[in-house]
């Protein structure tokens, strides 16, 4: 099988994976004084200091970018695949059930994309939840600059809107050439909202806008490419409170974020 990367995006020291595939990459490392003797993102070519707004998608840049192996993809310290089709994703994840080698060669001989199963909202759509807990404005700004740059793409773009379900986590593996046309689409949208978008008065937490509109966007992608793919679950590496979830949920169901 050919050479394959799996990124781990991580701002802190974590248990990785043994599993020579994955490589551990500091994201925000230029913003950063911490030395985890991971690959840090603030080398080559790179958008480093972008991670306030970005989260992970410095270390999927600095992927794109600098690492070309055949197959490239990205989790999370905290989230990973798992190779178990059954795998409950309330369930506390184990390293021993991480997504293989052998697992990830023979999924990649039968679709072209490896993605985390849909995360499900049931009693509201992707636009509707995003309006509860974020600023309604990001979605207005990024609608703009695809009707502007990828205006076959808006139709895919108003399509996921009004779906109750979506790929999360900016999680996935692709072919590099895949992999390199989704980011060379992804970050031209995303620079250019950057252009438009006055997040100056932004809180820390949703100033991680471009981070959160990109989940969306994989979709969009997705809809409009038409790749095949194979869904598989994602582990949560760390206890997860579900209770305290679902109430933070419907808090957000009956607010919605003023600017």
């Not at 500091?26 to 480093?48: H, K, P, T």
């Not at 989230?79 to 990649?108: A, I, M, P, Q």
């Not at 985390?116 to 049931?122: G, I, S, T």
């Given at each position: 099988?050919?050479?394959?990367?799996?990124?781990?995006?991580?701002?802190k020291k974590y248990r990785m994976p043994d599993d020579e595939v994955y490589l551990p990459?500091?994201?925000?490392?230029?913003?950063?004084?911490?030395?985890?003797?991971?690959?840090?993102?603030?080398?080559?070519?790179?958008?480093?200091?972008?991670?306030?707004?970005?989260?992970?998608?410095?270390?999927?840049?600095?992927?794109?970018?600098?690492?070309?192996?055949?197959?490239?993809?990205?989790?999370?310290?905290?989230?990973?695949?798992?190779?178990?089709?059954?795998?409950?994703?309330f369930r506390t994840g184990n390293f021993s059930d991480l997504l293989d080698v052998s697992?990830?060669?023979?999924?990649?001989?039968?679709?072209?994309?490896?993605?985390?199963?849909?995360?499900?909202?049931?009693?509201?759509?992707?636009?509707?939840?995003?309006?509860?807990?974020?600023?309604?404005?990001?979605?207005?700004?990024?609608?703009?600059?695809?009707?502007?740059?990828?205006?076959?793409?808006?139709?895919?773009?108003?399509?996921?809107?009004?779906?109750?379900?979506?790929?999360?986590?900016?999680?996935?593996?692709?072919?590099?050439?895949?992999?390199?046309?989704?980011?060379?689409?992804?970050?031209?949208?995303?620079?250019?909202?950057?252009?438009?978008?006055?997040?100056?008065?932004?809180?820390?937490?949703?100033?991680?806008?471009f981070g959160r509109i990109s989940e969306i966007l994989l979709d969009v992608w997705l809809?409009?490419?038409?790749?095949?793919?194979?869904?598989?679950?994602?582990?949560?590496?760390?206890?997860?409170?579900?209770?305290?979830?679902?109430?933070?949920?419907?808090?957000?169901?009956?607010?919605?974020?003023?600017?």
């Amino acid at each position: 099988m050919n050479r394959i990367t799996i990124g781990v995006a991580t701002h802190k020291k974590y248990r990785m994976p043994d599993d020579e595939v994955y490589l551990p990459i500091q994201s925000g490392a230029a913003l950063s004084d911490l030395n985890l003797s991971y690959q840090r993102d603030n080398v080559g070519e790179n958008i480093s200091i972008k991670n306030p707004n970005y989260s992970e998608l410095t270390a999927l840049y600095w992927l794109w970018k600098n690492d070309h192996s055949e197959y490239k993809g990205l989790v999370h310290y905290r989230r990973h695949f798992s190779s178990k089709h059954n795998y409950l994703e309330f369930r506390t994840g184990n390293f021993s059930d991480l997504l293989d080698v052998s697992t990830l060669e023979h999924l990649l001989t039968k679709v072209d994309i490896i993605l985390p199963k849909k995360r499900k909202y049931y009693i509201e759509t992707i636009k509707s939840h995003y309006e509860h807990t974020h600023y309604g404005i990001d979605l207005e700004v990024t609608e703009n600059v695809i009707k502007s740059i990828y205006p076959d793409y808006l139709n895919s773009y108003n399509k996921v809107l009004n779906r109750k379900s979506a790929h999360m986590f900016n999680m996935f593996v692709m072919s590099e050439n895949k992999f390199d046309e989704y980011c060379e689409w992804l970050f031209k949208i995303l620079f250019e909202i950057e252009k438009k978008l006055d997040i100056s008065q932004y809180s820390d937490f949703h100033a991680r806008v471009f981070g959160r509109i990109s989940e969306i966007l994989l979709d969009v992608w997705l809809d409009k490419k038409k790749y095949n793919y194979v869904e598989i679950p994602v582990m949560f590496m760390e206890n997860q409170s579900w209770s305290k979830k679902i109430v933070k949920f419907l808090k957000a169901k009956a607010y919605r974020v003023r600017y």
